[in-house]
């Protein structure tokens, strides 16, 4: 689904983000990126879903050389592509409903299986009932989860996540990344980047380890997939 060989990432002013990365991650696995700040996670998640391009290396993501996307088919090759920001991103003056839309109604969709995408993700996240609120008046893990269904929404092979938990307390975060799992467990391809070290090893799924842009070691629990 992923693989990474010889990445690198360089912006100007001398800054490498990425050196040298060498990483797979199979079609249905659920994976981790951790490491400190400036480690190059967001950088790794943004490459793969080419909203950066890398300098160097070869990065396939579901069969695709990201080389050969060309600008005017980048629409098209995020379609398979469901992409979380850790600040949710939210249009507060539209509903939930429309916030959750939009990828379908950029894509096309009709306005019955607009209302049928949109009301099954928002009914997975478990918020069919806010669906015509606004951003504003929900709670920060009910805005997340907003985000979630808004990812989803066009059924995506792969789901990026960039700090998903980031603003969350602790009992919020672990219900978000349950969440995450139950899209794992339909298939979903899922690569989540956190530093939050300690909630992501009771997850016990594969972590990836950067340091300074580098790979640093691969861990993997024996039930999950590697």
Not at 20 to 34: D, K, P, R, S, W
Not at 43 to 58: D, K, N, V
Request: aromatic share 4%; glycine share 8%; with cysteine.
């Amino acid at each position: 689904m992923i693989r990474f060989t010889n990445v690198h990432m360089h912006y100007p002013g001398g800054i490498d983000a990425l050196k040298n990365i060498n990483m797979h991650i199979e079609q249905g696995a659920m994976a981790f990126v951790t490491g400190r700040s400036g480690a190059g996670k967001s950088t790794l998640l943004r490459l793969i879903a080419l909203i950066e391009r890398h300098t160097r290396g070869q990065i396939i993501v579901n069969g695709q050389n990201l080389e050969r996307v060309r600008r005017n088919r980048v629409a098209l090759f995020r379609r398979n592509i469901g992409f979380m920001f850790q600040d949710h991103r939210l249009l507060n003056d539209r509903t939930v409903f429309d916030n959750v839309a939009l990828p379908l109604v950029i894509a096309g969709h009709d306005h019955q299986e607009v209302k049928k995408r949109v009301q099954a993700a928002l009914d997975k996240v478990g918020l069919l009932s806010k669906q015509k609120s606004v951003p504003v008046t929900l709670s920060a893990g009910e805005q997340q989860r907003v985000g979630i269904a808004r990812a989803v929404v066009h059924r995506p092979a792969l789901l990026l996540a960039d700090e998903p938990t980031g603003n969350l307390d602790p009992a919020l975060s672990w219900e978000i990344m349950c969440l995450f799992e139950q899209f794992n467990q339909v298939g979903v391809t899922i690569l989540i980047a956190s530093h939050d070290l300690e909630m992501i090893k009771r997850m016990r799924k594969r972590i990836i380890t950067l340091r300074e842009g580098r790979t640093l070691t691969h861990v993997s629990d024996h039930h999950g997939k590697k």
